[in-house]
């Protein structure tokens, strides 16, 4: 079985280098290979020549976090342009204190 690919939000990115993790979040401008991201705050994300986002749509990312905290896209889904990011912040926190339910 693969290791699973813990919930964050862009505050916890430095926390996670090294690591693969699932982030819910807006593409607000993507330009070239590299995308502005916003997760309860903003980042950028480098992407591969196979990742075509649209600009003002949610995702959930999976994404490999750098030593220096840099983001490289791994995969994606288009999640369209309506999440409550409130409820995915709620359930990243929820996931992260119970983390039995859904890591091990």
């Known amino acids: 079985m693969e290791r699973p690919t813990p919930r964050v939000t862009k505050d916890m990115l430095p926390e996670c280098s090294g690591k693969t993790v699932r982030i819910v979040g807006k593409a607000n401008q993507v330009e070239g290979e590299t995308a ?10 480098h ?18 976090v750098k030593p220096d905290s ?12 309506d999440i409550d990011m409130e409820v995915y912040q709620k359930l990243v926190l929820f996931s992260h204190k ?3 339910l859904f890591f091990e």
Do not use: R
């Open 36 to 45: 502005k991201v916003d997760s309860n705050g903003s980042f950028d994300m």
């Open 47 to 64: 992407l591969t020549v196979d990742n075509t986002l649209e600009p003002n749509h949610f995702y959930e990312f999976v994404v490999s």
């Open 70 to 81: 840099s983001v490289q896209l791994l995969t994606c889904v288009d999640f369209g342009t």
């Open 98 to 100: 119970y983390n039995s």
